[in-house]
């Protein structure tokens, strides 16, 4: 092996051969073990180079590199909708100034210790007083449970609303037609309502769990915060970059078998705020994985009394403190 | 004769297993990957992939075997699908040289923490110039023609910097791995 060979392959890793190289690595290839045992060397080279620097640690200034996503949140804007192809013209618009913020955004360290700055970092978000609005959606799951009366919600385009670590609300299209149902909780109590139909009041938060979005998942909304910080002792945690939408990615994969909850999270957040654009939550039942994913649409601050169900009906509308096995259908 | 559901493997436990596996072999079926793809937001596609495909099939796995043979196995494949769907490659490769590409790609996933830890301490000796080359090229994905033009320098001086990188860490790893030096 001789210099010029060594000399053509990287050339062809840079992206800085020309055609007659490349016919030369392809007859070299083709040729010589020798040849092929030296670019499998220097990709083994690229896959290092490429996974060290996505870890930063390449960066003239680690501390400020990482300062970044530690750094609180000075922002108070409008969300920027999460940017995934697919997800693109569908679910979210966004704006070309959001698109330059996003191309703008750091790369993260996925070494442990970043990963966990990371998280606490979502965490902080989390618990913030804000309201947030996430499209929800399952897939690969089970048919949800028949709501009140027999009918269905539909699977697709659930809408969750949050307020701080305590609040939340579920609109769901009934599979009929007749309009929403709207499930919630206020801080104090979580309430339900189909169509035109009584509203079902009671003191649990989640009395009405089992009509939620993702039920056969997991229900990670419900008390967000928890459920992240269970992340940090129950899950080996990651971070790294979604080459999509250039965001922060953090993986979190069950420890062990012994621990109750979802395989896998998968969260893309705002480096700056720390927000949540995405969540996925994978638990695969019966060997068939099942994702509830939550999408952020929105985030502006929704009216005072709106987690009350009595903003949500007219003011005769009948409401039942029924017992909880009439309340879960 | 056994009962019907006596064999069955727990969920929890075979999610356990699994996730273990996935993750102590993570780098050496990503290295596999790249080495037949050349192309590294393709490689982290075909990973997350993989993992899904490997969890479907896992019931299959004969804990005896290495996992990494295993999961290489089906990477393998999938690479082969996605060269074939690809209009343009980096290096296009006849069916008999990706085969012993692949080969070769798969005996080395099985050392490929020594491959990494040689990497690692080779990489301490990088200066702050290599270092800086490397951010720019790597991290930004910025071209060699782009970081000259950002450094006010020649193409071909961006390109010996980035050369003589892989050069130095080629000659380390094999160095550190007690290879034969390729001469």
């Not at chain 1, 100034?97 to 989390?126: E, F, K, T, Y």
């Not at chain 1, 459920?227 to 939408?245: T, V, W």
């Not at chain 2, 393709?42 to 990494?68: I, M, N, T």
């Not at chain 2, 071209?143 to 033009?149: D, F, T």
Request: net charge neutral.
């Amino acid at each position: 092996m001789n210099d010029q060979d060594r000399e053509l392959i990287i050339r062809h890793l840079l992206e800085n051969a020309c055609e007659e190289d490349k016919a030369k690595v392809s007859e070299k290839l083709k040729d010589s073990a020798e040849f092929r045992e030296l670019l499998l060397d220097h990709l083994d080279i690229e896959a290092f180079l490429h996974s060290e620097a996505k870890a930063g640690s390449f960066a003239e200034d680690q501390e400020a590199f990482f300062h970044r996503l530690e750094a609180p949140s000075k922002k108070t804007a409008k969300v920027i909708p999460f940017t995934r192809r697919t997800w693109f013209r569908t679910v979210v618009t966004t704006s070309a100034a959001a698109a330059c913020v996003m191309l703008g955004l750091v790369l993260l360290n996925p070494s442990p210790l970043n990963a966990a700055s990371a998280l606490q970092r979502v965490i902080d978000a989390a618990m913030a007083a804000g309201d947030r609005t996430y499209l929800v959606s399952v897939t690969r799951g089970a048919p949800q449970p028949p709501g009140p009366r027999g009918r269905g919600v539909t699977q697709e385009k659930a809408q969750v609303y949050l307020r701080g670590t305590n609040q939340w609300l579920v609109t769901q299209d009934l599979t009929d037609g007749s309009g929403q149902r709207i499930s919630g909780f206020d801080g104090e109590q979580s309430w339900t309502v189909s169509g035109n139909n009584t509203v079902y009041v009671a003191d649990s938060a989640d009395q009405f769990r089992r009509n939620l979005p993702g039920a056969s998942v997991d229900v990670p909304f419900l008390n967000l915060h928890e459920q992240l910080r269970d992340l940090r002792e129950n899950y080996h945690i990651s971070l790294d970059k979604d080459k999509d939408s250039g965001l922060p990615l953090l993986r979190a994969i069950k420890k062990s078998r012994d621990i109750n909850g979802p395989r896998e999270f998968l969260i893309w957040f705002d480096p700056d705020s720390g927000i949540i654009r995405r969540l996925d939550v994978r638990r695969p039942v019966s060997g068939t994985p099942r994702i509830l994913r939550m999408d952020l649409v929105e985030q502006s601050p929704l009216p005072a009394d709106f987690f009350s169900h009595a903003a949500h009906h007219e003011p005769e509308r009948p409401v039942s403190h029924d017992s909880p096995q009439r309340n879960r259908r | 004769m056994s009962l019907p559901n006596q064999d069955k493997t727990d969920d929890s436990a075979k999610e356990l297993e699994f996730t273990k596996l996935l993750l102590e072999n993570e780098r050496a079926i990503f290295g596999f990957i790249y080495s037949l793809t050349q192309d590294f937001n393709a490689s982290e596609e075909l990973r997350q992939e993989l993992a899904s495909r490997l969890w479907v099939k896992f019931d299959h796995f004969d804990g005896s075997r290495p996992f990494v043979a295993w999961a290489i196995g089906f990477a393998r494949l999938m690479v082969l699908e996605w060269r074939r769907a690809q209009a343009k490659l980096p290096i296009p490769m006849d069916d008999e040289v990706l085969g012993k590409m692949a080969d070769a790609a798969a005996e080395r996933a099985e050392n490929r923490s020594d491959i990494q830890a040689a990497l690692h301490e080779c990489a301490q000796d990088l200066t702050d110039l290599q270092k800086k080359a490397l951010h720019a090229r790597y991290f930004d994905g910025t071209s060699v023609k782009e970081i000259a033009q950002a450094w006010d320098r020649t193409q071909m001086a961006v390109y010996k910097v980035l050369n003589r990188i892989h050069e130095s860490l080629a000659e380390c790893m094999r160095a550190k791995l007690k290879l034969v030096p390729h001469r």
